[in-house]
T-cell receptor
Framework: AQSVAQPEDQVNVAEGNPLTVKCTYS??????LFWYVQYPNRGLQFLLK??????LVKGSYGFEAEFNKSQTSFHLKKPSALVSDSALYFC????????????FGSGTKLNVKP | GAVVSQHPSWVICKSGTSVKIECRSL??????MFWYRQFPKQSLMLMAT?????????EQGVEKDKFLINHASLTLSTLTVTSAHPEDSSFYIC???????????FGQGTRLTVV
């Protein structure tokens, strides 16, 4: 079965400090990996994705993610958090297949305090 | 970036009535669209995969007669909640898959409240 795990329901960090939001996956084959952000009552906004190539992927708003195949992880990172980064973050994987179906993690609420 | 427009953003309806939600890809063609449901403080639950010109594929446990999906064109998919009940109240999000970008782009979501 395909699955995505975000072990932390919530992450608290002070503004200016680095942040990490964790994601591990269990998907057969070579999945595509994604991070999305959701603000209250809004749809998901794409942050970044990993398809192939360099394990460190840079995305929108200063976020980056590191793909680790041996640990099947795709953690989201940012060197210096902003209060405006506070939102709900979802990790997602897609197995290249006919239906192009996405599997989402349970989400991690990021709280950045001034 | 690609824009997916979902309409309406919010709707209140009476029990027993039907509600239609539209999902449009504004600047690309989407042969595949997805409909998700999100409960408060929970992740997105895939309801169905909508393929242009053919019947939608529903996930296990989703009533196809209650959640009617139509994907009549490459830029429009609709979700109709039939005979709505208060337990159908939720946040519904659509996404459209752009093959060339290998990305799914999401609509802003629809907050449905059934009273």
């Amino acid at each position: 079965a395909q699955s995505v795990a975000q072990p932390e329901d919530q992450v608290n960090v002070a503004e200016g400090n680095p942040l990490t939001v964790k994601c591990t996956y269990s998907v057969s084959g070579n999945p595509y990996l994604f991070w999305y952000v959701q603000y209250p009552n809004r749809g998901l906004q794409f942050l970044l994705k990993y398809i192939t190539g360099d394990n460190l992927v840079k995305g929108s708003y200063g976020f980056e993610a590191e793909f680790n195949k041996s640990q099947t992880s795709f953690h989201l990172k940012k060197p210096s958090a902003l209060v405006s980064d506070s939102a709900l973050y979802f990790c997602a994987v897609r197995r290249p297949s006919y239906f192009n179906k996405f599997y989402f993690g349970s989400g991690t609420k990021l709280n950045v305090k001034p | 970036g690609a824009v997916v427009s979902q309409h309406p953003s919010w709707v209140i309806c009476k029990s027993g009535t039907s509600v239609k939600i539209e999902c449009r890809s504004l600047d690309f063609q989407a042969t595949t669209m997805f409909w998700y449901r999100q409960f408060p403080k929970q992740s997105l639950m895939l309801m169905a995969t909508s393929n242009e010109g053919s019947k939608a594929t529903y996930e296990q446990g989703v009533e196809k007669d209650k959640f009617l999906i139509n994907h009549a064109s490459l830029t429009l998919s609709t979700l109709t909640v039939t005979s709505a009940h208060p337990e159908d109240s939720s946040f519904y999000i659509c996404s459209a898959y752009w093959v060339r970008k290998t990305e799914a782009f999401f609509g802003q979501g629809t907050r449905l409240t059934v009273v």
